[in-house]
């Protein structure tokens, strides 16, 4: 049963689709059951290297609570001043803050391990964490890179860039330091097995080095979507690394989570706390001065009613004074401290106690810029385009701010102006009081104005203070990364086995298939009831190393004689019985044994006592007498031309009943003495005379001889050459079948291999055939 598979729709002519063959294919693998065999064993001895020499990986894991951005609302209001460090937080900005360079470089700088420590071994190299055989520490300059070394002796050791090298390198002792370009090394003992002779491998890791490497190490999961809970994960080779990676890395982000809430607040603090230091010695000069006043002039007054409330109205008037001033002072305090280098923060005008929405939205916006160029000129070179971009918008952010905050001033400033004219004409009512009372009330309200203002900062700072002392972390630790959250995660050989066992299989069986389908001959009966609907008449097994093309004329009884003896038994089939029987042998191609089939089936039908004619009708290149041991003096082409008699051209062989008319010279134009009437004339000749005419022609895809010997012949044997003849030959005699313009055709399968046969041809055929063929105007073919 055929399988089979349309790849595309060939031409009208032939419309067979590509087909497989089970059976075809199961000999193909079995034909090439070598490539499995391979395929196989080095699958297995990838598979053991793998197992065997990969260092195993371990998975640790850690999990951590992160307050998003609703959990933490609400927190501001609870105590004064917590707006200063409730920052809204989002998980998804969280992860990212996570991983951002700027926080595994703390964490690298935390660990504080810039050397990893190597044993070299037989089989594998394995890290020696945390406790080393040997310590290397930079005492001058900056160095990077591996190195190799070993203790060839108590109190040396050697160094090289390359294991190979360390023989060759120079012995240093351990007083000595190891210089390098730009760094020297100092080395220690820690343990006596350093003596044994193994090497051992250090890499230094700069900070930087090892942020970058944790970057893209770190896992991140979210436990669940609802829940802010993080799953941090670190796999490699050491398992007490992973959990010294995570336990740091959580510890750190929470750390730097509360020093980023609390900047404000001690930003906040610093302002209140110079503030307070300027108005405390002004308000320590009035104090003294009022206390002075009333020690030389206290006595009781009586004040009217009117000069009271024109003094009431002068201290509400001065009360909004400070309120502007405390305006005035915050905005150029900002104006300074936007101008500096390393500015970060700055509090809300909210904490002085009045509201500028633009100015807090500025400076946030302006903190956001800064934080992003930290992290650019940290990733990328500080020429590099990306942080260019970064401090030019940290610049305009910047000016943006100034210029805000300086058109703020000179607002507060003109309102500041405005109101001592109007204290000033509030005043002027106050001047009928007497001197000595008019002095008195102003030293009491400069006193009062002063206290005010120091009470109030003294408040702010307070609730700073608190705010700062209140703050909460971010984070909180759920689980530690230990040793009992560590699993194995490879290799594991179960899966490496079964993988490279796939692979090992796979691969020569896709080859295999490949070659199945690449493959363009004819390689089995099957592809020939594919491609044609011409009869197959039979088959013929391949044998080698023959000295003649005469196989089955001293052997009648073997199983070649009988394979032609079946093919003239079908041909009787195909052909009314008639006094003489014509029989044309062609093929597509030279070398399909075209020639060998005529000799041996003209042979078989002299040997059933038939008086039978083998005729050379290859005027091109004449050949066939060679296998009789005759000459080729005179033959068909004499004949044509008229220079030879039928009696001079006929040569009896050794096979009784058997003669031969060969080709005869090589005449200029064989396609024109076949179609000649001379031809004709001689095949009726031929009839008269003998019982069977078997015709070998030349290839009917080379030349157009064999259809013109066709109008002769009561049948046709086209021959096909087993694992030779391509299958796009058949497009030829296919659309001749078809078209009648050869009809009673039969094909013969020659020189079947029973060791390279595939399907049907390898489970039967007939004789130990021989494949006999030659090169068309070239050498003969064996």
């Known amino acids: 049963m055929l399988l089979r598979i349309d790849f595309m729709a060939l031409n009208k002519n032939n419309t067979s689709p590509f087909q497989i063959e089970p059976k075809i294919l199961l000999a193909y693998f079995l034909r090439y059951w070598y490539l ?38 609400g927190q501001e209001y609870f105590l004064p001043g917590m707006e200063l460090v409730s920052g809204r937080n989002r998980l998804v900005n969280e992860v990212g803050i996570i991983r951002s360079f700027p926080l595994m470089e703390k964490v690298a700088k935390r660990l504080d391990r810039p050397i990893n420590y190597y044993k070299i071994g037989n089989i594998k190299t394995t890290e020696m964490y945390p406790g ?3 310590q290397v520490e930079v005492i001058e300059g900056k160095a990077n890179g591996a190195y190799y070394i070993d203790f060839p002796k108590e109190g040396r050791y050697r160094i090289a860039t390359s294991q190979e090298d360390l023989a060759e390198a120079k012995e240093n002792a351990l007083s000595s330091p190891y210089a390098l370009e730009e760094a020297a090394l100092k080395i220690s003992i820690r343990s006596s097995s350093v003596y044994t002779g193994e090497a051992y491998l250090f890499q230094l890791m700069p900070a930087d080095a090892l942020a970058r490497n944790l970057q893209g190490s770190i896992g991140i999961d979210v436990e669940n979507q609802e829940s802010s809970i993080l799953i941090l994960s670190h796999s490699g080779a050491t398992p007490a690394k992973s959990i010294d990676y995570l336990n740091t890395l959580m510890e750190t982000y929470i750390a730097w989570g509360v020093e980023q809430n609390n900047t404000i607040a001690i930003n906040t603090i610093q302002f209140v706390d110079e503030q307070l230091r300027e108005i405390a010695d002004s308000l320590v000069v009035t104090e003294f001065r009022l206390e002075q006043f009333q020690k030389r002039n206290f ?137 000595e009372q008019r002095e008195f009330f102003k030293l009491q309200r400069e006193n009062k104005l002063l206290g005010d203002l120091y009470t109030f900062l003294l408040n702010k700072r307070s609730e700073a203070s608190i705010a700062k002392a209140s703050n909460v972390e971010k984070a909180q630790i759920l689980d530690y990364a230990n040793p009992y959250n560590v699993r194995f995660i490879g290799p594991k050989a179960a899966n490496i086995y079964g993988f490279s066992i796939f692979l090992g299989i796979g691969l020569p069986a896709a080859l295999i298939l490949l070659l199945y389908v690449l493959n363009t001959k004819i390689v089995d009966q099957s592809d020939l009831e594919g491609l044609t609907t011409i009869p197959i008449l039979g088959s013929i ?94 033959g068909l082409s004499n004949l044509l031309i008229g220079k030879s008699s039928l009696a001079e051209a006929t040569q009896a062989t050794q096979i009784a009943h058997l003669d031969l008319i060969s080709s005869g010279p090589i005449p200029p134009n064989p396609a024109e003495l076949i179609e000649s009437e001379q ?93 006999y063929g030659y090169g068309y105007y070239s050498e003969d073919k064996n």
């Open 679 to 771: 031809m004709k004339a001689l095949m009726q000749k031929l009839e008269s005379t003998y019982e069977v005419i078997i015709i070998d022609s030349p290839p009917l895809g080379l030349v157009t001889d064999a259809l013109l010997l066709n109008q002769y012949a009561d049948a046709a044997l086209y021959i096909v050459r087993h694992n030779y003849t391509q299958k796009a030959y058949l497009k030829n005699i296919n659309e001749l079948y078809e078209e009648k313009a050869i009809t009673n055709l039969g094909i013969v399968v020659n020189a079947v291999n029973p060791k390279g046969s595939m399907g049907k041809y390898g489970s039967y055929g007939y004789g130990y055939g021989y494949g």
């Open 36 to 73: 499995l065999l391979i395929g196989m064993a080095g699958a297995l001895s990838y598979a053991y290297y793998q197992v065997r020499y990969t260092p195993a990986t371990y998975s640790a894991t850690a999990r951590m609570l992160v307050k998003d951005e609703y959990s933490s609302w």
């Open 132 to 134: 080393t055989d040997f």
């Open 541 to 634: 097994f391949h044998k080698k190393n023959l000295e003649n093309n005469i196989i089955v004329a001293d052997s009648l009884k073997s199983v070649m004689a009988e394979a032609f003896r079946s093919i003239r038994t079908k041909l009787n089939f195909m052909v009314p019985e008639k006094a003489c029987t014509k029989i044309l042998v062609t093929s597509s191609v030279s070398g399909e044994g075209k020639t060998f089939t005529s000799i041996n089936l003209s042979a078989m039908y002299a040997a059933s006592g038939k008086k039978t004619v083998l005729v050379g009708a290859d005027l091109r290149k004449p050949k066939i007498f060679q296998d009789f041991g005759l000459k080729n003096e005179f």
């Open 299 to 435: 006595k009781e007054r009586i004040f009217v009613e009117e000069d009271v409330n024109n003094l009431a109205r002068v201290f509400e008037l001065e009360e909004l004074q400070t309120q502007r001033a405390v305006q005035r002072e915050y905005y150029a305090a900002l104006m300074k401290t936007v101008q500096q280098k390393d500015f970060t923060a700055f509090p809300s005008a909210a904490v002085f106690g009045f509201q500028d929405p633009n100015i807090d939205r500025m400076i946030l916006t302006l903190m956001e810029a800064i934080a992003e160029e930290k992290e650019m000129a940290l990733q990328f070179k500080s020429n590099s385009l990306l942080a260019e971009r970064a401090s030019e918008e940290v610049e305009e952010r910047k000016k943006d701010l100034y210029e805000a905050a300086q058109s703020n001033l000179q607002q507060v400033a003109s309102l500041i102006d405005s109101l001592k004219k109007v204290i000033q004409r509030e005043e002027e009512k106050v001047l009928k009081i007497p001197k």
